[in-house]
């Protein structure tokens, strides 16, 4: 096994299954070109971890709601 391998073995083995289906926020963030400061402000927004699985449905809801939402966050 040589030490290539060996980087590939292990960055599968971090790597979280995800469902069937569904995708990891950071693949939709960058699939989708969306810049690094609105990834990062509708992950705190929505309450995302890293690693969280949706399509791409489910995303671009979540990314169309964030953006249409005033820039004091949403009312009660």
């Known amino acids: 096994m040589t030490l290539e391998t060996t980087k590939q073995t292990?960055?599968?083995e971090q790597a979280p299954a995800v469902p069937d289906g569904m995708e990891s926020i950071e693949?939709?963030?960058v699939r989708l070109d969306v810049p690094k400061w609105q990834?990062?402000?509708l992950m705190?927004?929505?309450g995302w971890s890293q690693g969280?699985?949706?399509?791409?449905?489910?995303?671009?809801?979540?990314?169309k709601k964030f953006l249409g939402a005033p820039i004091g966050g949403e009312k009660s």
Do not use: G, I, R
């Open 10 to 12: 292990d960055q599968q």
């Open 27 to 29: 693949s939709l963030f």
């Open 39 to 41: 990834a990062k402000a």
């Open 44 to 46: 705190v927004h929505e």
């Open 52 to 63: 969280k699985a949706m399509t791409e449905k489910q995303f671009k809801a979540a990314l």
